[in-house]
Structures are given as structure tokens and as C-alpha cells.
């Protein structure tokens, strides 16, 4: 019998389904026209919410969101990319290049909705934190958001699904049913992430906490 273990816990797994979505809803309302604009800058407060709850999740989530148990490390990653049969080691959380795009994704996403806060469409609608900026910083802001945080998004989120895709039909690994269930099969003996009514309610907690606080603070 195959031995299942849970790697991503529940609220890694709403944080990721929630980006997903909340990513989507940027691009569609940005597009919608400007009626939209206030919209979209409330959907990508809440992204900054969830980007916020992910690293504080990196310190106390489950252990393998935990950051410290990504193998980052410039030797393993080496290591990884020289060895020929890495596509078919199973590693419990991410592997050293997931680990790496994640940390890239999450900054990069993070630097979209910091520079949208500063941005200016010139038409009804600014970011909340445009009126303590010079009109330069505001232009600089606007001119990374549209871009080049704009397309690094769409090409870091192709690469995603494109890694996942090549993952499962060329070396057959299945990545997607451990996020959407939490669980992985055929694992070496290794560490189980926490997840229960506790660890859930926590994470929720902080969540709720920081898009109270932002959406206070800088009301859209
Ligand atoms: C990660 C979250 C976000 C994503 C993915 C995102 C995405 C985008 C995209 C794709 C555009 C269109 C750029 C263009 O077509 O030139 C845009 C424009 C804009 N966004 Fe965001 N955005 C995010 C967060 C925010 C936030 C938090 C605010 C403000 C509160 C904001 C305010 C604006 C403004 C003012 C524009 C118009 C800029 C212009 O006219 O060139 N965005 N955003
Ligand atoms: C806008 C769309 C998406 C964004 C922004 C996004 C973002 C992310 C992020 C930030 C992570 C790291 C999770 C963490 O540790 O917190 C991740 C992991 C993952 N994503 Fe996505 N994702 C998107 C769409 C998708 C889609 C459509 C799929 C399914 C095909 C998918 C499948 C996965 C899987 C399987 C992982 C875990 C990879 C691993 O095991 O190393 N994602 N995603």
C-alpha cells in the first residue's frame, strides 16, 4: 500500500488557489476599462495581503512552506541542475528550482502590487500612496507596473504552468494533486507538515489580521 504524507497544508493551498484567482482578476478588471480601475486595486491590495500571510506562513506554517525547509542552498541547487536523474527524484516540498521560482514569483508579484499602490492611471483612478510621492516617482512607479512588472508576470506565470505541464506528461511526476489535496504519495520517510484545526485557525487569523490592517490603512 502506498504511504500518503501531507506536505502543503490547508492554508498553502487556499493561498495558492487564492493568488491564482486573485492574479486572473487583476488582469481581467485592468481591462474592463476605468470603471474597473477601483476594482483592480482592491483585488491587488488583497493579493499584497496574501503575499504578506505567505511570508509570515514561511516562518510558523506547516513544515514544508516553511522557507527554511526549501533547499536553496547555491550547492544543492547546483547539484540538482547537474544531476541527470533529477526529474525523477520525488522531494517532499518544493525542489531546489521550484523553491527557487517560488521566491522569485512571490517577489515579483509583491513588487506589482507595492508599484500599483504608487501608480497613476492619469485617468480617474491612483494607488493610495501616490499622494505622498513626487510626480516623477509616481511616473516611475506607473512605468514598472504597466512595463515591466506587467509582462515579468504573464512570462514567470507562463513558465509556471509550463514547468507543472512538463512535469507531469514528460517525467511524469504529478505536482498538481499534492497542492489541491495537501498530500503526496511514495515518499522516503520525512517530516509531515502540521495541519489541523489549530494551525488552521492561525493561519486564517493572520490573514484576517493583515488585510484588515491594509485595507485600513490604505483604503481603495
Ligand atoms: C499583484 C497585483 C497587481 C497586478 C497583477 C496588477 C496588474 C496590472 C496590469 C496588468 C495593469 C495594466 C498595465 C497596462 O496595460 O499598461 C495594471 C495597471 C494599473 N494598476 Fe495594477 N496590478 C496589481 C496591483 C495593483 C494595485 C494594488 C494598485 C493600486 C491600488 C494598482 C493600480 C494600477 C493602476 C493605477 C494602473 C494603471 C497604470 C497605467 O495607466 O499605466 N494595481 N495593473
Ligand atoms: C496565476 C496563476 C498562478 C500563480 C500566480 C501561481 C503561483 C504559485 C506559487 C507562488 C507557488 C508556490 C507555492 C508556495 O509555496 O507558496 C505555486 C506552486 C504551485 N503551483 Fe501555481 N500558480 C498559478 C497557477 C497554477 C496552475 C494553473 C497550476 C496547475 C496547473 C499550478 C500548480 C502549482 C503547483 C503544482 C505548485 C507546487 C509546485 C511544486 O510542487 O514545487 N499553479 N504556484
Not at 502506498?2 to 493561498?15: E, Q
Not at 512571490?106 to 492619469?122: I, M, R, V, W
Not at 507562463?158 to 507543472?164: Q, R, T
Not at 493572520?206 to 485595507?215: A, E, G
Request: glycine share 8%.
Amino acid at each position: 500500500m502506498s504511504k500518503s504524507t501531507k506536505i502543503w497544508d490547508l492554508p498553502t493551498r487556499i493561498f495558492h488557489i487564492a493568488l491564482a484567482l486573485l492574479v486572473m482578476g487583476a488582469f481581467i478588471t485592468v481591462n474592463l476599462g476605468d470603471d474597473w480601475m477601483k476594482l483592480h486595486g482592491q483585488i491587488g491590495l488583497s493579493i499584497l495581503a496574501l503575499l504578506s500571510f505567505r511570508l509570515v506562513w514561511g516562518v510558523f506554517g506547516g513544515y514544508w512552506s516553511r522557507f527554511s525547509s526549501f533547499p536553496l542552498h547555491p550547492k544543492k541547487v547546483m547539484n540538482h541542475l547537474r544531476d541527470k536523474s533529477r526529474h525523477s527524484i520525488n522531494y517532499p516540498g518544493h525542489n531546489p528550482l521550484g523553491s527557487l521560482s517560488t521566491l522569485v514569483m512571490l517577489l515579483a508579484f509583491t513588487l506589482q502590487a507595492l508599484t500599483g499602490l504608487c501608480s497613476d492611471d492619469e485617468v480617474l483612478f491612483s494607488g493610495p500612496l501616490t499622494t505622498y510621492l513626487t510626480s516623477s516617482q509616481v511616473e516611475f512607479a506607473t512605468y514598472y507596473h504597466s512595463e515591466i512588472g506587467q509582462p515579468l508576470i504573464l512570462i514567470l506565470i507562463g513558465l509556471h504552468v509550463l514547468a507543472i505541464l512538463l512535469y507531469k506528461f514528460v517525467f511524469k511526476q504529478n505536482l498538481v494533486t499534492p497542492m489541491i489535496t495537501g498530500f503526496k504519495e511514495d515518499l522516503q520517510d520525512c517530516e509531515a507538515s502540521q495541519d489541523n484545526f489549530g494551525s488552521r485557525l492561525l493561519g486564517l487569523f493572520i490573514f484576517l489580521m493583515i488585510l484588515s490592517l491594509l485595507f485600513y490603512f490604505l483604503p481603495i
